[in-house]
C-alpha cells in the first residue's frame, strides 16, 4: 500500500540527529551560524516552530486590543488561535480555490478602520501571486505576512521580498523536514529585534524531548514503506483501532491543551544544527520529482476532478488534494486498491467574528474541507502507480452528466 505521506527526511538525517543530541554544543551559537546560512544578509530569524515565532511576532507588534487581522480563511486551528490569545481579532478571507489565494475583491469589503495586517497562506505546496495583495495592503498600510509553512521549495525562494514577515516550517510532516523548527524573514530590522527579545524570555526546549522525536521518526520511517505499512494498516484493523486516527495523532507538533506552553519555547541545539544540515544538503532534485509526478497527476485529473490550486503558481505538490462528492466512497475505493488517501488533515475554516458588518459565508472554504481527499504524491511512487491512481479516482468519482464545473467569481 502506497502510504499517504514520506516523511521528507533519511534515516541518515536522524542518525545525524541523534548524535548532535549527544555532542554538547551551545545554542546560541547553533543559531547564529543556521541564520547566517539562511539569511546572509542578517534578516533571518530561527524559531521552534512557526506558531512560536507567530506568538513571538504579535507580542513584539503589541497592537491595541481588538485590531483585526485578515487572514486566509483555512489554516491550522493553532494560527487563528495565537491571534485570539493575543486579543486580536481573526477575520477570514474566503478563497479562490483553482489558485488556492484569497479573494482579492474581498479584500476592501472586510477591510474596517481596525484592520493592521493581512496573514496569507501558501497552501498545498503551491504560492500565491502576493503582487496586488502586496499592492493594496501597502497602500493601506497594512503589515503583509506570509504563512510559507507548506511551500518550502529551496533556498532561493524565502518568500516575497517586499513581504514584511516570511515564515517557513520544518515540522516533521512538512518538505526538507528537521522534525521540528522554523525559518522567519522579517523586513524590519527592529521588529526582529524585539521578535528575539520575546524568544529570550522562553526556556530552551529539552535534548532529552528532542532525541525521544528522532527515535520515535526513525521508527517511523521504517514503518512508511508500502510493505509494512500494509501490514501495519492490516494490524489496526485486526484489533479495532481507526489507524487513521493513530497517524494523525502520532504526527502532531503540539499536542494538548498545553500546547501554548509548548511552542514557548527555544529550539536545542541539535534541532538548529540538524535544521541547517537540511538546508545545506537538501536533495533539490527529489523535490523536482515531485513536483513533476503532481503535474503529471494534475494532467491526468483536472479535465474531470476539481483539483484545488491547479493554478496556483509554482506548484510544488507538497499533498495533492482533489474534492469530490462523496469522499468517504472515493478514499475507501483508493484504498482498497493501495492507495492510503486521506481525508483527515490539519486544516480548519477560521470562524468569522460575530457582529462583523461583512461577516462572509466562507462557502468555498467550506466546500474545500468537506469534499478534500488527498492522494499520496511523491517521487518513490512510480508513474504507472499514478496512471493507476488517477483511474482509480475517476471511476470512483463518475460525475453526473448533468456536471457543471462550478466557476469561481473572480473580479
Ligand atoms: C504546519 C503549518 C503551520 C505550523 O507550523 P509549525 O512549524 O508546526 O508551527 C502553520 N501554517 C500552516 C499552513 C501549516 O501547514
Redesign the pocket.
Known sequence: MWPRKRFDIRLTDIATGIFYCLKPFPAAQARERLEKFWAPDGDGLAFL????GFDALWEALGLPEGSEVLITAV??P??AEIIRFHRLVPVPVDLDLERMAPLEDLLPKLQSEKTRAIVV?H?FGGQVRMEPILRWAKENGLLVIE?C??AYSGLHYRGHPEADVSMF???S??TATALGG?LFRIRNPQLAARMRAVEERWPVQSRLKYLQRLLKYAWFSVVCRPVPFALFVSTCRLMGYDYDQIIHSAVR?FPGSDWREK?RHRACAPLLLLLLRRLKRYDMARLAQRAAKGEMLLDLLSQHVFCPGAKAENRTHWVFPILVDDPVAVTSRLQQAGFDAARTHSLTVIEAPPNHPASPPLAESKRLLQQLVCLPIYPEIPDRAIRRMANVVLEAYRPTPLFIPKTHPIG
Open positions: 516552530s512557526v506558531r512560536s489554516n491550522i493553532h494560527m497562506a497552501l504563512d509553512a507548506q516550517s520544518f515540522g510532516i512538512k522554523a507538533g511552542i
